[in-house]
């Protein structure tokens, strides 16, 4: 019973601690994966085990990270735990399978990881999968009549669920569709979105700079002026 009671604490202080103390969120993770060493698998072992598969990726070893991430897969696919199955889904489509696989095979990902969070009634997991699709659209060279088709359907949503971590993220993947369309009044700022205030909102939160990454990456595919310092700016933040 004590370690289950541990593991459901440390459990609950995972995503709070993703967006608040990057220190606490590696603890967290690494105390789960110790527990599920020492005594054995729960429900809630697949995540921070696809989740260290990103860290073994990340520290220079993606296939070894992503055969763990995978293994995570197996272990949630075999329990009716469908708010598990869509943090594993999520955190291998977000951080992991473009190790080693093309970007657009993602779209399936994330949507199967929202449709599981869905079922399970978990709206924050089931928002950060949606958020994931936004962000992976654009890369995935899908057309904006659908980017911003998704946005309609999916900002709302995370208005409703006050998701306001996510909510961030995807209203800059819309306004970046409004602006190849012609849609803003200058560039990509109009009465809506201030792109200079995102940038500065990206310095005092590294978080987003997912989102920015996205937005360096389109800009790149569409030769805007100032690609190369939208990729410099982003590189020097700590996306971890």
């Avoid at 085990?49 to 075999?78: H, K, T, Y």
């Avoid at 999520?90 to 949507?111: D, E, K, Q, S």
């Avoid at 009634?121 to 995935?140: E, F, I, K, R, V």
């Avoid at 989102?211 to 700016?233: S, V």
């Amino acid at each position: 019973p004590l370690p289950t009671a541990i593991a459901a604490l440390l459990q609950a202080m995972v995503p709070a601690s993703f967006f608040t103390d990057q220190e606490l969120f590696t603890f967290a993770v690494r105390e789960l994966v110790l527990l599920t060493c020492e005594h054995g698998v729960t429900p809630g072992s697949a995540y921070p085990l696809a989740f260290c598969g990103f860290m073994q990726a990340e520290s220079g070893n993606p296939d070894a990270g992503r055969r763990l991430a995978e293994q995570a897969i197996v272990l949630s696919e075999g329990r009716d735990e469908p708010g598990f199955l869509c943090q594993v889904l999520f955190t291998f489509a977000h951080h992991i399978n473009h190790w080693g696989a093309p970007v657009f095979n993602n779209v399936a990902l994330f949507r199967a990881a929202e449709r599981a969070g869905m079922e399970a009634g978990d709206h924050q997991w089931a928002g950060y999968a949606m958020t994931g699709l936004l962000l992976n659209l654009p890369s995935a060279a899908r057309s904006l009549g659908e980017i911003i088709d998704e946005c309609r359907r999916v900002i709302p949503f995370l208005k409703e669920t006050r998701n306001d971590p996510m909510l961030a993220m995807a209203r800059p993947v819309r306004q970046f569709a409004r602006w190849l369309r012609g849609e803003t009044e200058h560039e990509m700022s109009d009465a809506g979105f201030d792109a200079d205030a995102f940038e500065a909102a990206v310095l005092r939160d590294p978080t987003l700079a997912v989102a920015w990454f996205q937005l360096g990456n389109a800009r790149t595919d569409t030769g805007a002026d100032d690609a190369r310092d939208a990729w410099c700016r982003a590189a020097q933040l700590d996306l971890r």
